[in-house]
């Protein structure tokens, strides 16, 4: 299994550009979800999705967007960028069906964005 | 927010100590979790303890959990360099969970 996979891992943007960050897993887990990481604020919950369809705001939603056409998939899109943007962005799942969704997390690699 | 918080915020300690590192969180919880982040890296679980659990082990790691304090702390015992990470709890919302701000621990060969 590759676990939870993102790309890109770097990625500079300007302001007002778009851009869809990818994540997916292959653990068949029905709960993913988006974090972003800044410094001396730990991790914020953006998005996350509790299944195929199913989807739900975070803590700091706005500015992001989410859909969840698949289980495996989970793709998080800036929709305008703006330099407060600018973070390490983390993928996560959790699972399988039966267990809570607040159980281990597994997590990406993340994505160093950069938005000037 | 629900974010919780770790005390210290940075630890530094020489190889083969003992390593505490403290979490207090907001409101009531089913489990709370640790995680480790290496430079640049993910995230990786570490343990979870579940809200009617008091205390866990997981080899060198040691969780304990007072509801009563809405309180936490990691102990990881006999340090290596290699434990040189920063450290966050994580506790449960209805649907996800809430990270605190870490503590960042050094390990000096």
């Known amino acids: 299994n590759a676990g939870v996979t993102q790309t890109p891992k770097f990625q500079v943007l300007k302001t007002g550009q778009s851009m869809t960050l990818q994540c997916a897993q292959d653990?068949?887990?029905?709960?993913m979800s988006w974090y972003r990481q800044d410094p001396g604020m730990g991790l914020r919950l953006i998005h996350y999705?509790?299944?195929?369809?199913?989807?739900d705001q975070g803590e700091v939603p706005n500015g992001y967007n989410v859909s969840r056409s698949t289980t495996e998939d989970f793709p998080l899109r800036l929709l305008s960028a703006a330099p407060s943007q600018t973070s390490v962005y983390f993928c996560?799942?959790?699972?399988?069906?039966?267990?809570?969704?607040?159980?281990?997390?597994?997590f990406g690699p993340g994505t160093r964005l950069t938005v000037l | 927010s629900q974010q919780g918080e770790e005390d210290p915020q940075a630890l530094s300690i020489q190889e083969g100590e003992n390593a505490t590192m403290n979490c207090s969180y907001k409101?009531?919880?089913?489990?709370l979790q640790w995680y480790r982040q290496n430079s640049g890296r993910g995230l990786v679980h570490l343990i979870l303890?579940?809200?009617?659990?008091r205390e866990k082990h997981s080899g060198r790691l040691r969780v304990t959990l007072d509801t009563s304090k809405k309180s936490s702390s990691l102990l990881i015992t006999a340090s290596r360099a290699a434990d040189t990470a920063s450290y966050f709890c994580?506790?449960?919302?209805?649907?996800?969970?809430?990270f605190g701000t870490g503590t960042r621990l050094t390990v000096i060969p």
């Open positions: 996560a799942s959790s699972g399988p069906t039966g267990t809570s969704y607040t159980d281990t997390q597994y």
């Open positions: 653990m068949n887990h029905e709960y």
């Open positions: 999705s509790v299944g195929a369809g199913i989807t």
């Open positions: 409101t009531s919880i089913n489990n």
């Open positions: 303890i579940r809200s009617n659990e």
């Open positions: 994580a506790q449960t919302g209805a649907n996800n969970l809430f």
